[in-house]
């Protein structure tokens, strides 16, 4: 019996009490309804690449991804009890029973250094990888993940924002090493700074690294001009005449963004303003797209927003930028999905991959066809954006995400950061 046939029984039995998680009476349906993408489209700006260039000219320590990934100083682990209890598999709430069927099972999984899995400041957002990064799925010879964190100072108790960081991870050899993003200054003397967003996307378009600004836009950086710095002091930029970056020892400079019209912060989902939480590569569309989720904390009366809207922009082959027409990235489409609370979306030959928060429970990976009604799985707690390690051949591969719990709301050690990976074929 295929999956599909599956699931379709499963439905009958379990899927009204999954969907209704967050279904008020209000909404029209719970379908993924197509809309219109006027209000979305985007003014590219490369102005800031020249800057980046100065830098890279300026220090002379430009340094290779697989140099980065040969100098990891940290080292993946395997995962303890509680940290796999945030897993598909452990999924056992009574509140939402699903069946066995619509149970998901990880294939492949790894948890942080004890430093970074219990780290009360840094959280980690998006991930993407190697095979967005290039058709083979490797860079050069390297199998990789990129996860983002985003800095919470008032965690942290500082008035300092350190922005981003984005952690290269070698799936050969479990080694793993944090670089910081930073956006150069527009001044004679060359620096930097900080980019203090939350960075809950990220997808990996040949040397470019897009990172989802929420209130903004897209950032865009280049990963072909990482730079050493110094890394003795917990400072920011250029002082008496040496560059630091908070204690990391690579930086990698903006280069680009695509901006929304409409950018007020903090951003809050409305029918002229989309809300840039997840970002992923659909290779199955000709050309490319670059797929944008958006998470709206429970669903709108208004049908233009309903749970959240995806919009998908598209993907020039060669250069790995977005299309323009008129100077303007224009959407190829977009659609209202029936879901709040979407942590990550991918689209795969049509079909859109949902994947949902419940706080610190287990929630549900939704998906389905535009005009359809969606089908509900089993997802992790915690789980954040999402990205498709394709198959050989540009076919359907793996689905990954990372989990951003360590502690709960009162602050109690809860131990849920894991990065794993599902069959796409399994899921739905």
């Given at each position: ?10 439905l009958?039995?379990a ?36 800057y ?19 100098a ?35 294939t ?13 400041y ?12 290039d ?13 983002s964190w ?22 050969t ?8 993003l ?8 060359l ?9 809950g ?31 003795s ?18 930086v990698?400079?903006q ?43 429970g ?19 060669d ?13 190829r ?19 859109y ?29 915690g ?10 051949g ?35």
């Amino acid at each position: 019996m295929t999956r599909c046939v599956r699931s379709a029984i499963a439905l009958i039995a379990a899927l009204a009490a999954a969907m209704a998680v967050s279904s008020p009476a209000s909404a029209a349906d719970d379908q993924i309804n197509p809309r219109s993408t006027t209000a979305f489209t985007l003014t590219s700006d490369w102005s800031l690449e020249a800057y980046a260039v100065a830098l890279q000219n300026e220090l002379g320590t430009r340094r290779s991804v697989t140099a980065v990934l040969d100098a990891a100083n940290r080292s993946t682990a395997a995962c303890n009890a509680s940290q796999r209890g945030a897993l598909p598999e452990y999924y056992a709430r009574t509140d939402y029973p699903l069946s066995p069927d619509q149970i998901l099972r990880s294939t492949e999984s790894f948890c942080w250094d004890p430093g970074d899995s219990k780290v009360t400041y840094w959280l980690p957002q998006g991930v993407t990888g190697s095979s967005d990064a290039d058709d083979d799925g490797l860079w050069g010879t390297k199998r990789f993940l990129a996860v983002s964190w985003h800095y919470d100072k008032s965690v942290a108790g500082t008035t300092v924002d350190k922005g981003v960081r984005v952690t290269l991870v070698d799936l050969t050899t479990g080694k793993y090493r944090h670089v910081l993003l930073v956006e150069p200054t527009r001044t004679v003397t060359l620096n930097y700074t900080a980019v203090p967003i939350h960075a809950g996307g990220l997808a990996w378009l040949g040397h470019y690294l897009y990172v989802a600004d929420s209130a903004k836009g897209l950032r865009v950086f280049d990963m072909d001009r990482i730079l050493e710095v110094d890394a003795s002091q917990d400072l920011i930029g250029r002082h008496s005449g040496t560059y630091y970056a908070h204690t990391y020892q690579y930086v990698v400079p903006q280069v680009a963004s695509y901006q929304q019209a409409v950018r007020n912060s903090p951003c809050t989902p409305q029918p002229d303003q989309l809300c840039f939480s997840s970002i992923s590569l659909d290779r199955s569309t000709t050309p490319d797209t670059l797929v944008v989720g958006e998470y709206r904390d429970g669903r709108s009366t208004d049908p233009a927003i309903d749970g959240g809207r995806v919009v998908r922009y598209d993907v020039v082959s060669d250069t790995r930028k977005l299309v323009l027409t008129s100077g303007k990235a224009v959407p190829r489409d977009a659609v209202t999905v029936p879901k709040s609370n979407v942590q990550g979306v991918q689209t795969w030959q049509g079909r859109y991959y949902l994947g949902r928060s419940s706080l610190y429970q287990h929630s549900f990976m939704y998906t389905g066809l535009p005009g359809s009604t969606v089908v509900a799985n089993s997802w992790a707690i915690g789980g954040e954006d999402l990205y498709h390690e394709h198959g050989a051949g540009i076919s359907a591969g793996k689905l990954w995400t990372a989990t951003e719990h360590a502690y709960d709301g009162a602050g109690n050690l809860i131990d849920r950061r894991a990065v794993f990976a599902v069959p796409l074929a399994e899921i739905g």
